[in-house]
């Protein structure tokens, strides 16, 4: 199975070097010298790590016969792609690789289902699952500890504790608080 560890971003210096934007949790294993890598496009590589250091918060990586600026910008939005095992799991017991949560279904503690897990978007300060409802509609769900409670691989299921709010149709939110306006409106009618 394949799984895009890193985007190459702009070069560094004059001797080939280039700044990653890491998409791995386990850079230190997939993005460690002599790991060899496809690349997307093809055409790019495949590409061998030389080394790596990080510099001012950020992961310099230099690749065998990219010596200079030059062949260094070439790769730029280049992505990165690691060949693993589909049956490797993270070292951790409560980490998960992307491929292992796709298509999960969600559900609440509660057994109401919630939808699927379509998509997983990596931000700064999260994880979110971005799952389709039965409806075709989309909802957001944080992957946090308060709020997905438990992954389980072997039914295919996640269940969440969802905060009030995080799951609730927006049309019917919409709707109560306009027949509160109207019932308001009819209370000032009926007065004049």
Not at 12 to 26: A, S
Not at 37 to 66: K, M, N, Q, W
Not at 130 to 145: A, H, M, Q
Request: net charge negative.
């Amino acid at each position: 199975m394949q799984l895009v560890v890193a985007r190459i971003g702009r070069a560094h210096g004059i001797k080939g070097d280039v700044t990653v934007e890491v998409r791995t949790d386990e850079p230190e294993l997939r993005l460690a010298p002599g790991a060899v890598l496809a690349t997307d496009p093809p055409s790019t590589g495949p590409l061998t790590i030389e080394a790596g250091r990080v510099h001012s918060g950020r992961l310099l990586l230099r690749f065998e016969g990219v010596k200079d600026r030059s062949a260094a910008e070439a790769l730029r939005n280049t992505l990165l792609i690691a060949e693993i095992d589909p049956e490797e799991l993270p070292e951790e017991e409560d980490e998960y690789y992307d491929h292992q949560l796709m298509d999960l279904d969600v559900v609440t503690a509660d057994g109401v289902e919630v939808g699927r897990i379509t998509e997983i978007s990596h931000l700064p300060s999260q994880d979110l699952f971005i799952v389709e409802r039965p409806d075709g509609s989309e909802v957001l769900i944080p992957f946090v500890e308060e709020i997905v409670a438990e992954i389980d691989l072997a039914e295919q299921k996640a269940v969440i504790t969802p905060p009030p709010g995080l799951i609730d149709d927006r049309a019917e939110i919409a709707s109560s608080r306009d027949s509160e306006y109207s019932e308001d409106s009819q209370d000032s009618e009926d007065e004049s």
